[in-house]
């Protein structure tokens, strides 16, 4: 069964993400209390997932132990492909939400990690960004379900 693994929010750019139990998210604006929410928020900034299992194999192979919510992402995920969900929506718990693109990685992130090979080991690693189309509350343990 795919679901949420994990998830977490920063209440502003350049700080720690903090791990939570829930996350409230509304309709084309964000995840409430996060660094990105606003109104008539961009649909590449409102939501990102990633593979909790792209970040085991992460730490594996570089035999590290970075904590999953440190890749700077919302929802950490569990048994579901996220690259394959391009162009499709989601059912995230009572979320619906609509796979705007892959979220690869930045600078930004290499530096927070201090490792140098970020960029180049989740390139296609990196998760994906949604745009909210349903307003509600995602918790963690969710079931992840897709839609089209």
């Given at each position: 069964m795919s679901k949420v693994f994990k998830l977490g929010i920063a209440n502003s750019n350049n700080k720690k993400i903090n791990e939570v139990?829930?996350?409230?998210?509304?309709?084309?604006?964000?995840?409430?209390?996060?660094?990105?929410?606003?109104?008539?928020?961009?649909?590449?900034?409102?939501?990102?997932?990633?593979?909790?299992?792209?970040?085991?194999?992460?730490?594996?192979?570089?035999?590290?132990?970075?904590?999953?919510?440190?890749?700077?992402?919302?929802?950490?995920t569990k048994g579901i492909k996220l690259n394959e969900l391009v162009g499709k929506k989601l059912?995230?718990?009572?979320?619906?939400?609509?796979?705007?693109?892959?979220?690869?990685?930045?600078?930004?992130?290499?530096?927070?990690?201090?490792?140098d090979n970020i960029l180049k080991e989740f390139f296609k690693r990196g998760g994906i960004r949604c745009q909210i189309l349903s307003s509600s509350k995602i918790n963690s343990g969710d079931k992840i379900e897709i839609l089209d």
């Open positions: 139990s829930s996350i409230d998210v509304l309709t084309n604006k964000g995840v409430v209390g996060d660094r990105h929410f606003k109104d008539f928020n961009d649909p590449y900034c409102q939501l990102s997932l990633i593979e909790s299992e792209n970040i085991d194999y992460y730490n594996i192979k570089y035999g590290l132990k970075i904590p999953y919510i440190d890749f700077r992402r919302n929802v950490v059912l995230i718990g009572n979320v619906k939400v609509e796979v705007i693109d892959l979220c690869r990685p930045c600078k930004h992130l290499t530096e927070m990690l201090n490792q």
